[in-house]
């Protein structure tokens, strides 16, 4: 099934029943204190930025009343569930970070293959209101707009396994990075209890591996800093 996400209109804040805020609470309340343990220190500082509310669903105002002072993204929301990526990449070209509309059910709470809002949200959207993070979210729209379709399948590969499911090392330790973890509970844990291979992050490790949705990672890889994952991005990008 073929959908399109409208390129012109802003999407509005709209209303969610009380189960779903009560879903948004139950996951909120249980990804905090793994957050709180595991996530990379990047997190730390943009999920106190942010400020979430606990109890309900924030709405795009309170969003982007938190992210535009600090960078020159905002959030927009979208009933779009899955759709091809151009639509996506041209969004992000214009620094406009998609929400969908759509929240796991209950029966989903450890692992959603669809991204939901929960992740969209609580995953990503603390990074959003770090300047050095988004410059790393901006390196990725250009390179796949001009890219070629084999060179688009490695950008989409080299952004899962960054900005979705990447750990970074922290003063010697592994910390998550990736947006797909943090939100995740079941796939933190299982990646934390060294179930899944870590491999270093570079160009030539990453590509050949492909994408898994319907399950957990079989290979993850890590870094050393965003900077140091911007300089390995750049070499490619640079070369499309
Ligand atoms: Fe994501």
Same mark, same amino acid.
């Given at each position: 099934m073929e959908t399109k996400i409208d390129e012109t209109s802003e999407y509005q804040d709209i209303e969610f029943n009380p189960d779903q805020h009560a879903i948004w609470r139950t996951l909120f309340q249980?990804?905090?204190?793994?957050?709180?343990?595991?996530?990379c220190s990047d997190f730390h500082q943009g999920f106190k930025t942010l400020q979430l509310p606990e109890d309900h669903i924030p709405t795009i105002a309170h969003l982007n009343a938190q992210i535009t002072p600090h960078t020159p993204w905002k959030t927009v929301r979208t009933?779009?569930?899955?759709?091809?990526?151009?639509?996506?990449?041209?969004?992000?070209?214009?620094?406009?970070?998609?929400?969908?509309?759509?929240?796991r059910s209950r029966d989903e709470l450890d692992f959603t293959p669809e991204p939901d809002m929960f992740h969209d949200i609580f995953g990503h959207l603390p990074y959003m209101t770090l300047p050095h993070y988004t410059a790393l979210q901006d390196?990725?729209?250009?390179?796949?707009?001009?890219?070629?379709?084999?060179?688009?399948?490695?950008?989409?590969?080299?952004?899962?396994?960054s900005t979705e499911f990447g750990l970074i090392r922290e003063d010697g330790e592994l910390k998550i990075f990736g947006t797909g973890l943090i939100s995740s509970y079941g796939e933190m844990e299982h990646v934390l209890a060294?179930?899944?291979? $870590?491999?270093?992050?570079? $160009?030539?490790?990453?590509?050949e591996i492909p994408k898994t949705i319907f399950n957990?990672?079989?290979?993850?890889?890590?870094?050393?800093?965003?900077?140091?994952?911007?300089?390995?991005?750049?070499?490619?990008?640079?070369? $499309?």
């Open positions: 249980r990804q905090l204190p793994e957050v709180e343990k595991y996530a009933d779009v569930r899955y759709t091809d990526a151009v639509p996506w990449y041209n969004h992000f070209a214009r620094r406009e970070f998609l929400i969908t509309n759509y929240l390196m990725f729209a250009p390179a796949f707009l001009r890219a070629n379709d084999e060179q688009r399948v490695n950008i989409k590969r080299l952004a899962w396994y060294g179930k899944t291979p $870590i491999k270093s992050f570079t $160009i030539k490790n990453v590509i957990y990672n079989p290979v993850l890889f890590e870094f050393d800093s965003i900077d140091a994952l911007k300089t390995e991005l750049k070499s490619y990008f640079d070369s $499309i």
